[in-house]
């Protein structure tokens, strides 16, 4: 069984993959993967460089995440191009981590996707886990994390789907806005929850 984690920014979503990881469920990261798609030597970098040139490359010829940022903001028809070239090689190679941490025999898997609905990636898990907190504390974390000023912060938050939206997509939800302590009580019963599902659920 899969289960995709998924909240918005400074939601704690990599907090919780350790929380379960933990107890012995092992996870994949689609940011991580996402990387992995464009490094130096990978077809989608090769695309992308011969559509844009070297104002997307940094000089040890790696992708310039700023630049080509910068340019699919500016322009929804190049975001479009940008994920018909990355978004079906993030999907192949989740879809063999997966298949991997599913060999090892754990009672679950979690994919941990900031982009779960958004990129269509909810297809490939059984159930989805909103990990939520209020937008108040988002924008102070997300201040505090990434040394931005609040304006930025809500302008990220913003840009994300809305936290309403992605709560009436959820299967299960955490609520991340307390303690460590109340996380860790969420996971655990979660955890518990999981593998009973898992034990019923019919292989893929």
């Not at 490359?57 to 500016?74: C, H, K, P, S, Y």
């Not at 000023?149 to 959820?170: C, F, G, N, S, T």
Request: negative net charge; without cysteine; proline residues 5%.
């Amino acid at each position: 069984m899969i289960i995709g984690v998924t909240g918005g920014i400074a939601s704690g979503k990599s907090t919780v993959a350790r929380a379960f990881a933990a107890l012995g469920i092992p996870w994949v990261d689609a940011d991580e993967v996402a990387r992995e798609v464009v490094e130096p030597g990978e077809p989608a970098l090769a695309e992308i460089a011969a559509r844009h040139g070297r104002r997307v490359l940094l000089a040890d010829g790696r992708l310039d995440r700023r630049a080509l940022r910068e340019i699919v903001f500016a322009d929804p028809a190049e975001r479009r191009w940008l994920e018909s070239v990355t978004h079906p090689r993030i999907r192949e190679r989740l879809l063999a981590h997966l298949e991997r941490l599913q060999a090892r025999g754990a009672p679950y898997v979690l994919l941990v996707s900031p982009l779960l609905f958004e990129s269509g990636q909810h297809r490939l898990v059984d159930r989805s886990l909103v990990i939520d907190v209020p937008e108040a504390l988002q924008i102070a974390r997300t201040a505090s994390r990434d040394e931005v000023d609040e304006a930025q912060a809500r302008a990220i938050l913003a840009a994300q789907m809305p936290r309403a939206e992605r709560l009436a997509l959820a299967d299960d939800v955490i609520d991340n806005g307390g303690d460590e302590q109340a996380l860790a009580a969420q996971v655990a019963e979660l955890d518990r929850r999981y593998r009973h599902l898992a034990g019923s659920h019919p292989p893929r």
